[in-house]
C-alpha cells in the first residue's frame, strides 16, 4: 500500500515539477496517508474501502501548493532546537494569519495564544498544548495531532481536514462551523463543547463521548461511530447520511423527527430515545 500511494502522490505533484521542498512534502504526506489508511483499516474498511476514503482526504493539490509557497525554509540541523523553534513560534504568533506549515512544533506550549487564522497545514504538533488560545479560521489540514489538547480554545471555522487527532482534547472548546473532513479523531473527548454546525463527515469517531451534548446542525456523514455515545444527547437537524450507527449509543437521546428517521434507516438502536 505504501508503494500505491506513493505512487497516487507522485502523480498528484507531476504538474509542479521538481520544486524545491517537493521531498520534503511528498515525505510528510505519506506518512499522514499511510496512518490514515491504518486507521481506516483497523476500523474495518476493506482495504479498497480505506484506500479510496485515504485518497479522498487528500483534498486539493493546488491547495497544498499554496501553503508550500509559505512553508519554512530548512535551517541546519544545529539550529533546529527546540528553544529556538518556541521562540520562532511565539515571535511569528503575534502577527495575524501566521505561517506555520510543515513545521515541527510537537509538544509545544502554545497555550492562551492569539493565532487567529494561522496555518499550521502537515506540521507535526502531537502532545501540544493550544489550551484557551484564539484559533478562529485556523487550518490544521493533513497535521499530526495526537493527543493535542484545545480545552477551552476557540475553534470557530478551523479546518482539520485529513488530520491525526486520536486521543486530543476539546473539552470546553467551540468549535462551531469547524470541519474535521476525513480525521481520526478515536478516543477524542468533546465535553461540553460547542459543536453547532460542526463537520465530521468521513471521519472515525469511534469510542468517542458526545454525552449530553447539544448537537444543531452537526454533520456525521460517511463516518465511523462505532462504540460512540449520544447518551441524553439532544439531537437537531444533525446528519448521519451513510454512517456506521449499528453499535453507536443513543440512550436517553432527545431527537427531531428527520434525525430519527435517518438513524434509523442505518439501522441504529433506537428504542430508548425521544422523539421531539
Do not use: W
Not at 97 to 118: C, I, M, V, W, Y
Not at 246 to 265: E, N, P, R, S, V
Amino acid at each position: 500500500m505504501e508503494k500505491k500511494l506513493k505512487a497516487f502522490l507522485d502523480d498528484a505533484f507531476k504538474p509542479y515539477g521538481n520544486f524545491p521542498a517537493r521531498k520534503d512534502v511528498e515525505q510528510e504526506l505519506l506518512a499522514n496517508l499511510l496512518e490514515k489508511y491504518k486507521d481506516l483499516k483497523a476500523s474495518g474498511k476493506t482495504e479498497a474501502e480505506a484506500y479510496q476514503a485515504t485518497i479522498d482526504s487528500f483534498g486539493d493539490v493546488t491547495e497544498i501548493m499554496e501553503q508550500v509557497q509559505y512553508a519554512p525554509k530548512a535551517e541546519p540541523e544545529e539550529d533546529r532546537s527546540i528553544g529556538k523553534m518556541l521562540k520562532d513560534t511565539f515571535r511569528s504568533a503575534k502577527r495575524s494569519r501566521s505561517k506555520f506549515s510543515s513545521s515541527e512544533l510537537k509538544q509545544s506550549d502554545l497555550s492562551e495564544t492569539d493565532l487567529t487564522g494561522a496555518d499550521f497545514s502537515f506540521s507535526s504538533l502531537a502532545e501540544t498544548n493550544f489550551d484557551k488560545a484564539i484559533l478562529t479560521t485556523a487550518k490544521f489540514r493533513g497535521s499530526a495531532l495526537k493527543k493535542a489538547s484545545f480545552k477551552g480554545a476557540n475553534l470557530v471555522g478551523a479546518t482539520f481536514a485529513g488530520s491525526d487527532l486520536t486521543g486530543s482534547c476539546f473539552d470546553h472548546a467551540d468549535l462551531t462551523n469547524a470541519r474535521f473532513k476525513a480525521a481520526a479523531l478515536n478516543g477524542a473527548t468533546f465535553k461540553e463543547a460547542s459543536l453547532n454546525n460542526t463537520n465530521f463527515s468521513h471521519s472515525d469517531l469511534s469510542n468517542v463521548s458526545f454525552e449530553n451534548q447539544t448537537l444543531v446542525g452537526t454533520i456525521f456523514d460517511n463516518s465511523s461511530l462505532k462504540q460512540a455515545s449520544f447518551k441524553n444527547a439532544n439531537l437537531h437537524d444533525a446528519s448521519f447520511h451513510h454512517s456506521e450507527v449499528k453499535h453507536t449509543i443513543f440512550d436517553g437521546a432527545k431527537m427531531d423527527k428527520i434525525t430519527y428517521a435517518l438513524l434509523k434507516g442505518a439501522k441504529a438502536n433506537l428504542d430508548k430515545v425521544e422523539i421531539q
